[in-house]
């Protein structure tokens, strides 16, 4: 494709509100949260907004029709030309990939990047909303809930690669134990693999403990272009690569065993920034863990491990946040929450502060200066897939 | 350590019943057209029979049939007569249903590749007349359709999938 | 050869109905709760005051849209306003004609940039001056449908 970064641009600032099962606040309300902390760490004004991308999946979760529109004063697009970016999960990193070209272009030298959604108003609950993903005519009526396609897909990955519940149940272990370290996190625990196993079958070979949960919340990022980041930011995070990619609607024609989306948008992203042994130069990976087999999953898909192999690595410790290649040290979505959109942009503020060094208990053992973080969405169909370096 | 100074209030279950709350009810209803293709598929189901398609540029023989190649996107319209059995690509065992709530005796979905068609090329239904602790990938499975008296060109005119003996 | 030449030939259409079986229950948030207090305890309305701008939202909000800071000063308004537009409505969702045509107006509340929408009893003209009929106290449940109507005042 012979892609070249047009104009360079740094996330230069990061919010996130606390991720919730109901929260009391309206979703405008959570997206203020969430704006006005990335502003104020950004250290801009909002007169320096010029520009705003949101993205807020499903209408039908917060039951409100054109959603955005309905954000968007809360998400600081008062007068200014606004963006909504929606992939499904994939739309949290959907949204710096659009706030990225917003800037890149040269039409904006700034844009404010806002992510959020809210669960919990559909009823009787908001597992419900994901019915109308299926096909309308050949699907619905077999009775279909949404964790019949996760658990398809992971009985799939298990049976191709000849994998254990135990080996997946370590990706819950590891995420929400890194969860109890995040101030945002909704279910952070200490959990063991036997209590994983022991979890409540919900479609098997999916246990409770393996899923993450329905949330509510925001998070929100700045971005810049080269020369308002020099100015204002000591220390800008670099968009140094982005891909994006769509696989077909055609779900049960696919073999699920392996996301392809993943590995094409990866390689977009890749060959940007000029990365050619991603195992290498990928020093921390933030990939999208709405279940647990999915993070092993797309650490494949991402190129990060050979096909089949994630578990093995996981289980040496190799994604720990003391391993080679930390992988979800934020506590990912199995502990620190979903909300769909939202969910992506977590994982971007998580690079941007451990690429600065502010994370805190959850900062990596390792140096770190660059990062990879994919977001998944819509019917087992979209890669989302940014490199944030320093 | 950030994020510093995260904000919202979570309410629990009673927290949020004694909050203030609006309800509305959605009460949206749809009237889907099939198209041409999926159409076709109905009354082969009605028939008791499994429709495919086939694309005349890269060949592959697809179910549900389309009345275009995702891949070569081009229009196609060569109907082709599967079989009604197939091996199980993938299934589950689910104890939850679409509103979150439990059940008992559990629903088996599965993936199911049809002779006759590409391989790897399946579609989603139920298994039925099996012991959960049975079902394996790779099994051998066939359709079981509804008396043609009550078979109404749907994908429930199949009632399951069950194995093969 | 195109779809189209087929399209009529040996298909049987029909439509696949489907009804989404999802409902919602919306909190009113922050803002909204602070307005669900002072219309139940005081039949009052709430308006949030801009620290920047001086602006006074209602419906009230936490945050200012144009300065973008936060509002933490909440006021209680009479829920007395001007009928700054209106119109006849004479069927309702789904077509069906109503006995008497039903007045709605956008009411600019007193002491506020903002207003309601409600029903207009008794006539009405531009700029009228109007007043909210509540519910009683006991049956209020702090948001908009405990307004029953605006009715002319002086």
Redesign the interface.
């Known amino acids: 494709m012979g892609l070249k970064l047009r104009r360079k641009v740094a996330v230069i600032g990061a919010g996130l509100t606390k991720f919730m099962r109901r929260a009391l606040e309206t979703g405008r309300e959570l997206s203020f949260y969430a704006a006005r902390q990335a502003l104020d760490s950004a250290g801009l004004r909002f007169n320096d907004i010029e520009s705003v991308v949101i993205s807020t999946a499903p209408d039908a979760f917060d039951g409100v029709h054109m959603k955005t529109e309905w954000l968007a004063d809360g998400c600081g697009s008062f007068h200014r030309p606004y963006l909504r970016g929606y992939v499904g999960g994939g739309s949290g990193v959907f949204a710096l990939i659009q706030g990225w070209y917003m800037v890149a272009s040269g039409m904006f030298d700034t844009c404010l990047v806002v992510a959020e959604e809210k669960m919990s108003s559909c009823q009787p609950h908001p597992q419900g909303a994901f019915n109308t993903i299926f096909d309308h005519t050949l699907e619905r009526d077999l009775g279909v809930n949404l964790l019949w396609i996760f658990a398809l897909e992971m009985n799939r990955y298990m049976q191709v690669h000849k994998l254990s519940l135990e080996e997946i149940a370590l990706v819950s272990v590891k995420n929400k134990k890194n969860a109890l370290d995040h101030p945002s996190a909704q279910i952070p625990k200490a959990v063991t693999v036997e209590e994983v196993l022991a979890s409540e079958v919900m479609a098997w070979p999916v246990h409770r403990l393996m899923v993450s949960p329905t949330t509510d919340g925001a998070g929100a990022v700045v971005m810049a272009s080269e020369d308002v980041a020099r100015r204002v930011c000591e220390k800008p995070v670099w968009v140094e690569g982005v891909g994006w990619c769509l696989d077909s609607a055609f779900w049960t024609n696919r073999d699920l065993y392996y996301p392809d989306y993943v590995e094409k948008a990866a390689k977009m992203a890749y060959e940007m920034a000029g990365i050619t042994d991603p195992r290498r130069e990928i020093h921390i990976a933030e990939p999208y863990d709405p279940f647990a087999y999915k993070e092993l999953h797309h650490l494949e898909g991402l190129g990060l491990a050979d096909r089949g192999q994630a578990p093995k690595l996981l289980a040496k410790g190799f994604f720990d946040r003391d391993g080679d290649l930390p992988s979800c040290p934020s506590g990912g979505l199995l502990g620190v929450g979903n909300p769909i959109a939202a969910a992506g942009i977590m994982k971007c503020c998580e690079l941007f502060w451990q690429l600065r060094g502010e994370a805190g208990k959850r900062q990596v053992s390792r140096p770190v200066k660059r990062g990879v973080a994919q977001a998944w969405g819509d019917l087992m169909q979209v890669g989302t897939v940014i490199v944030l370096g320093v | 350590m950030k994020p510093d100074n995260v904000r919202g209030k979570n309410l629990d279950k009673k927290g949020f019943e004694e909050a203030t709350r609006v309800k509305y009810d959605l009460n949206a209803e749809y009237a889907y057209d099939m198209g041409y293709a999926v159409s076709r598929y109905l009354m082969g189901l009605k028939e008791g029979k499994i429709v495919g398609i086939k694309c005349h540029k890269c060949g592959r023989i697809l179910v549900p049939p389309r009345a275009f190649c995702e891949q070569c996107y081009v229009p196609i319209d060569d109907f082709v007569e599967l079989s009604a059995r197939g091996r199980v690509n993938t299934f589950s065992i689910s104890y939850v249903k679409w509103d979150a709530s439990r059940i008992e005796k559990p629903e088996i979905p599965a993936v199911i590749e049809l002779e006759g068609a590409s391989p790897g090329v399946g579609i989603l239904h139920v298994l039925g007349e099996v012991d959960p602790k049975d079902v394996h990938v790779g099994m051998e499975v066939e359709a079981v359709f509804k008396e043609e008296k009550d078979r109404k060109g749907e994908i429930t005119d199949i009632l399951y999938f069950r194995p093969v003996k | ?3 189209i030449s ?2 009529t030939k040996n ?23 602070i307005f ?1 207090k002072n219309l139940k305890e005081q039949g009052l309305l709430t308006g949030a005051k801009c620290p920047c701008c001086g602006k006074v939202y209602l419906p009230p ?3 200012c ?6 509002i933490k000063e909440f006021l209680a308004l009479e829920p007395v306003g001007v009928v700054e537009t209106y119109c006849e409505v004479y069927e309702d969702i789904d077509g069906n004609r109503f006995d008497k045509p039903k007045v709605v107006a956008f009411v600019r509340i007193d002491g506020s940039c903002g207003g309601l929408f409600g029903f207009i009893e008794g006539g009405v003209q531009m700029g009228d001056k109007v007043k909210a009929q509540l519910v009683e106290k006991r049956k209020r ?3 908009v449908s405990d307004i029953v109507c605006f009715k002319k005042v002086g």
Do not use: D, N, Q, S
């Open positions: 050869m195109g779809i087929k399209v298909i049987e259409g029909k439509a696949h109905y489907y009804k989404f079986p999802v409902w919602y229950e919306y909190t009113v948030g922050v803002a909204g709760e669900a909000r936490v945050y849209e144009e300065c973008f800071e936060e449940t702090g948001t």
